[in-house]
């Protein structure tokens, strides 16, 4: 690891202040993703400003929602009584993602930023246009099988490999940051972005913010939920490709549904369409397939990631039997 | 999750060289006195603690092992799996991907495991840590490392200390209750002789037993 200056930063303010002052500096919050980046020579920081004193940790009720603040844990929203109640979906993305040792580190504003696990991004005696601009992608040329089948481009084919923002992304939240010129809000489809020529920005956020915390809007509560991962092993990997369902049932017919992928795209992947062709339909098999059918639509696929369209389509209509009870 | 070494690189290092440890005990030492902290603290800007270290200086910390409050100072960019080890002589924690990626480094920081090779040491100013060294009381061992001997949780006994590490956490987390719920809870502790089996039945044993551990 390259040798860095290392400051802590007790408010808010004076942490973003920090990283605007000097061209290359970086937030650390639980380091799981960052450490293991310097380690392998991918980042390479100058400074880095630990954030993880900053009063942002509160999980609480606002008068719209819940409101996560940025340094909660991982493992503290997953086990949080009011997270279980209202958004059990999210609960169920957590702890499908990494371990109860990671997520005890891993807070909820660096696993927004988390970066891609190409493996080529990873080695830097490869190609990466996200890595190095201009550099080329190794990925697209090369073993692809974890890339994306949506929304990449001439530049760029990775995912973002987050659980927990499929769920968010499911349920409408929206993300404050904090900036040198203020506070603004976002909605979390918005803060993750597609590649396009521009690939080395995995967001939408700007030099010097901070993430401050993600607000979930209050809505009915529902026990018919489900986040579906499927994986190379069963536990401590990464998706192929994981679903996020939230249904409201009532009398057998689908009054709302939302739906997220994970493992498919640049950012998490909302499955709009799908989700319209669910709605006043009766919770069946049939009507699943056709919402999979629907979702998987327009995907573009790789040498070796073709296998992720029959896959997406089973775990779509397999996350929905389960969210809906139906065998 | 690619990596370039085999995760097994560290590990077979210190096996087949059983002086590299004495050499990097040594050599921590030099680097401890030609690398003194000189100017250390400057002025603290509003909002930021004092600490500040510029690149190649060292910096104070104070955290508590195993009951033992210690006084150390580290550069920036030392781990805390390598302060336990090499400044602190803690060995019984593990350095095997030194990635987040196996849980032979997993110790507990105010309660709760985590994975040593992925955490600064500097921003465990203030904080307790167990490590597997200060699980006995005194020659009493832990009632999960009895359980590890009982149930021969072990081959090589290189996961070990993570095993158990883990194991009492996830004991006391509550997410030891089922079989299934162990091995779930337990996925970030690797163990290449396999002896999962044998963990399993350990842990299990343990926390139906209900005692505190
Ligand atoms: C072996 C392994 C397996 C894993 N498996 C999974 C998995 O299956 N699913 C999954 O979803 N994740 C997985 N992860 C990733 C893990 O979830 C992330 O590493 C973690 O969430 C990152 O959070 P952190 O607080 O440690 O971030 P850090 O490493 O501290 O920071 C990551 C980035 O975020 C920035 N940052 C952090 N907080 C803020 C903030 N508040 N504002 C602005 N910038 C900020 C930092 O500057 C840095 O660039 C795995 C990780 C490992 C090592
Ligand atoms: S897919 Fe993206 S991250 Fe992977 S090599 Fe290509 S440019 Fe880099
Ligand atoms: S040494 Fe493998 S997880 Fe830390
Ligand atoms: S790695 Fe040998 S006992 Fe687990």
């Known amino acids: 690891m390259n040798q860095f200056e290392y400051i802590r930063a007790t ?13 290359n500096t970086q937030f650390i919050a639980g380091g799981t993703n960052l450490i293991d980046l310097m380690k392998m020579g991918v980042a390479k920081p100058d400074k880095l400003v630990d954030i993880t004193r900053l009063p942002l940790k509160d999980i609480k009720k606002t008068p719209t929602g819940i409101h996560i603040g940025a340094l909660a844990l991982n493992s503290q929203v997953a086990e949080n009584s009011l997270i279980l109640q209202h958004h059990p979906v999210l609960a169920l ?46 990925a697209i040329g090369g ?23 499929v769920a968010l992304a ?26 396009g020529d521009h690939p080395e920005h995995d967001n939408t956020l700007q030099k010097g913010e901070l993430i401050l915390g993600v607000d979930i809007p209050d809505a009915r509560q529902t026990k018919n939920v489900a986040y579906l991962k499927v994986r190379d092993r069963t536990s401590y990997a990464f998706a192929l ?51 999979a059918q629907i979702a998987m639509q327009g995907a573009k696929t790789y040498k070796y990631n073709e296998f992720k369209v029959k896959l997406g389509h089973n775990t779509i209509v397999q996350a929905l039997k389960t969210a809906a009870s139906v065998a | 999750m690619a990596s370039k070494k085999p995760d097994n690189a560290t590990v077979s290092d210190e096996l087949l060289n059983g002086t590299r440890r004495d050499f990097l005990k040594q050599s921590s030492v030099l680097t401890a006195i030609t690398l003194a902290p000189t100017g250390l603290v400057k002025a603290a800007e509003s909002g930021l603690d004092e600490k500040i270290a510029a690149v190649f200086e060292k910096i104070p910390v104070s955290l508590t092992v ?12 030392v781990t805390l799996l390598d302060l336990l080890r090499e400044q602190l002589h803690l060995t019984g924690t593990k350095k095997g991907c030194d990635r987040g990626q196996c849980g032979a480094c997993t110790v507990h920081v105010d309660g709760k495991r985590v994975n040593s090779c992925l955490s600064l040491a500097v921003m465990h100013d203030g904080h307790h840590i167990t490590t597997i060294e200060g699980l006995a009381n005194g020659d009493e061992l832990h009632p999960l490392q009895e359980a590890f001997i009982k149930h021969d949780g072990f081959q090589c006994g290189y996961c070990t200390p993570g095993q158990i590490m883990s194991g009492v ?16 809870y337990m996925s970030g502790n690797i163990c290449r002789c396999g002896a999962y089996p044998n963990i399993v039945k350990a842990i299990y044993e343990v926390s139906k037993g209900g005692q505190k551990v």
């Open chain 2, 169 to 184: 956490a996830c004991i006391r987390e509550g997410h030891a209750n089922t079989e299934s719920n162990i091995r779930e």
């Open chain 1, 241 to 291: 490709v994981s679903v996020a369902a939230v249904l409201n049932i009532e009398g057998g017919i689908i009054k709302n549904a939302k739906l997220a992928m994970g493992g498919v795209a640049h950012k998490p992947w909302r499955l709009h369409a799908a989700e319209a062709s669910l709605i006043g339909k009766q919770a069946t098999i049939d009507n699943f397939k056709q919402a």
């Open chain 1, 170 to 195: 499911a349920l409408d939240a929206t993300v404050t940051v904090l900036g040198p010129k203020g506070e603004r809000r976002m909605p979390f489809a918005d803060f993750h972005r597609l590649p």
């Open chain 1, 93 to 138: 993305a957590l702890n499908s993602g990494a371990t109860q040792q990671l997520r005890n580190m891993a807070t909820v504003g660096g696993n927004m930023l988390q970066r891609t696990r190409c493996g080529y991004f990873f080695d830097v005696n490869m190609p990466c246009n996200k890595r190095e601009p201009g550099s080329g992608c190794g």
């Open chain 2, 66 to 77: 195993n009951g033992v409050k210690h006084d150390v100072s580290v550069e920036p960019r």
């Open chain 1, 143 to 165: 073993i692809n099988r974890m890339h994306a089948i949506f929304g990449a481009s001439e530049s760029c084919i990775a995912v973002h490999p987050s659980d927990m923002c």
């Open chain 1, 11 to 23: 408010e808010q303010a004076a942490a973003v202040k920090a990283l605007v002052k000097d061209a």
